[in-house]
């Protein structure tokens, strides 16, 4: 419960540093930074290579795959027959299909599943979502802005990305059943904790609401996809279908249910893909998933 509350701390403290006029409003960026470029890749190599593969873990990695295929589907249907514009189906489809799994999902997990659980969550957001994000995403955000795609452009992204680059280092020493030295396992323990607190305080930053938007209708839409579907999906198949009840399972709803990333509102801006309802998706989806993945949190603990 201390930990949940942390969240709650870091998260007010972001919302607050807004206000003072003095702390640079931009200096998100820098803590997003150090958490994709420090923090992320030490968590990595950390759990990664104590990993036991099999392929349940597929069932983790699966989380991101399944829920931005069904979104890419969905809201090009949506799209055509009631003639949204391709700039609204491209946000939608990037916005709704790709969960904060790292900045939120990272500390919410270990909260709520100990250090087992972020073990699991690592899984759900490298081979997963952040993988997605860099390929699948990018081509999208490019066919709906009608820019030219370049897969080399595409391929260096990936290829070149730290947080991927560390990845792959940490599944060859998972493979070679390699660990690293204890004094460096525990200078990259340390670094990867103050994840949360940065994670939380960044996204804080970020926080804005619109009030006088045009976009409700398309906001609501968007996040009951990202906030309920989703993850009643992954329910649907998981427990229901596959009849599968376990730590795991109940790791990959809950990061199913994470608010919108805020790396892909930033995509489809950089895009020009309805830029403020991108936004929109983050600052109104952020505090409303609390209450969404406490539902879900409830609903996993009496299957």
């Known amino acids: 419960m201390s930990n949940i509350i942390l969240i709650f701390v870091y998260l007010l403290l972001g919302v607050g540093l807004q206000r003072v006029k003095w702390f640079p409003s931009d200096s998100y960026k820098l803590l997003n930074k150090f958490i994709v470029y420090i923090c992320l890749p030490s968590l990595a190599l950390y759990y990664i290579p104590k990993v036991q593969w099999n392929n349940e873990l597929l069932y ?10 069904i979104s890419f589907f969905l809201f090009r249907f949506l799209g055509k027959k009631y003639g949204w514009s391709r700039k609204l189906i491209g946000c939608l489809t990037i916005t709704a299909g790709l969960g904060n799994t790292s900045f939120l999902g990272y500390p919410i997990v270990n909260a709520l599943y100990g250090s ?3 073990k699991m969550a690592i899984l759900v957001d490298q081979p997963g979502t952040f993988v997605v994000l860099s390929t699948i995403a990018v081509v999208v955000a490019t066919l709906y802005s009608k820019e030219a795609t370049s897969g080399t452009k595409i391929a260096k992204k990936v290829l070149f990305f730290p947080p ?3 990845f792959l280092i940490a599944c060859f020493a998972n493979v070679l059943n390699l660990d690293f030295h204890d004094y460096f396992q525990f200078a990259l323990l340390k670094v990867g904790s103050l994840l949360t607190p940065l994670a939380m305080i ?8 619109d009030s006088r938007s045009k976009h409700w209708k398309f906001l609501w839409i968007g996040l009951a996809y990202k906030l ?3 993850p009643a999906i992954l329910f649907l198949l998981y427990v229901v279908i596959l009849k599968q009840n376990s730590l795991m399972i109940q790791v990959a709803i809950t990061e ?4 919108p990333m805020i790396m892909a509102s930033i995509l489809a ?16 989806g952020i505090p409303i998933s609390f209450v969404t993945i406490a539902f879900w949190y409830f609903v996993l603990q009496y299957i």
């Open 164 to 166: 991927f680059i560390t």
């Open 228 to 230: 309920l579907i989703t």
């Open 202 to 209: 960044s996204v804080g930053l970020q926080l804005h609401f």
């Open 256 to 259: 199913a249910a994470m608010a």
């Open 269 to 284: 801006t950089s895009h020009g893909l309805k830029p403020r309802l991108s936004s929109m998706m983050i600052g109104f």
């Open 60 to 69: 983790l990695i699966g989380v991101t795959w399944i829920g931005f295929t």
């Open 116 to 118: 087992e659980g972020l």
